[in-house]
């Protein structure tokens, strides 16, 4: 099973659910539906065709990780960003990460690779993920994510999205510039 809508109903909660979730709560998003997106560089060819002009967009992408005590992280970084692993563990007081298995990210997020997001913490909260977010998301207007499927793409703003993260209990920690991600 890929990571596309066809299997949202394998997942513990589906795209369509996660999405009524966000409709009864009063959060707004401008949903998108393309390609599957794996990688931030299939992301790039279609950003265009989701943006709006002069929108302060934070664009991201996500990593699962484990410590060696088997804590469990979703770092959502901007897209751009380079990732130093060792660095990251050290400013987060982890020791040294490393990418979890496909089972348990469907395990602890409820996802499959490629669908990866803030918005899986809708399960992961449950699960004892912690949420680790770049400092830079602070200042975007709106935030581009799956909902937990990559052949959709969701745009919330800011607000809305921490709006949601509050909602089901999940704290932020947030990465500034300093750590060297």
Same mark, same amino acid.
């Given at each position: ?9 394998? &997942?513990?909660?589906?795209?369509? *659910? =996660? ?6 709560? @009063?959060?707004?998003? #401008? !949903?998108?539906? %393309? ?49 130093? &692993?060792?660095?990251?563990?050290? *400013? =987060? ?6 990418? @979890?298995?496909?089972? #348990? !990210?469907?395990? %602890? ?73």
């Amino acid at each position: 099973m890929d990571a596309s809508s066809a299997y949202q109903d394998t &997942l513990p909660v589906s795209s369509d *659910a =996660l999405l009524g979730q966000l409709d009864d709560w @009063g959060l707004a998003y #401008r !949903l998108y539906t %393309h390609v599957p997106l794996r990688t931030v560089e299939d992301a790039k060819a279609v950003e265009g065709e989701l943006t709006r002009p002069g929108e302060r967009a934070f664009r991201i992408k996500n990593l699962y990780l484990r410590d060696k005590k088997k804590r469990n992280y979703l770092v959502t970084l901007e897209q751009d960003r380079a990732v130093d &692993l060792k660095a990251l563990g050290v *400013a =987060l007081g982890a020791g040294n990460l490393s990418f @979890g298995s496909s089972d #348990r !990210l469907m395990q %602890h997020l409820g996802i499959r690779p490629g669908a990866v997001s803030p918005l899986a913490m809708i399960t992961g909260v449950g699960q004892e993920v912690r949420l680790i977010m770049d400092a830079a998301a602070r200042e975007a207007e709106v935030i581009y994510m799956h909902p937990l499927v990559n052949d959709r793409t969701v745009a919330m703003a800011r607000a809305d999205l921490l709006a949601f993260l509050e909602r089901i209990g999940c704290e932020v920690t947030w990465l500034d510039g300093s750590e060297r991600a």
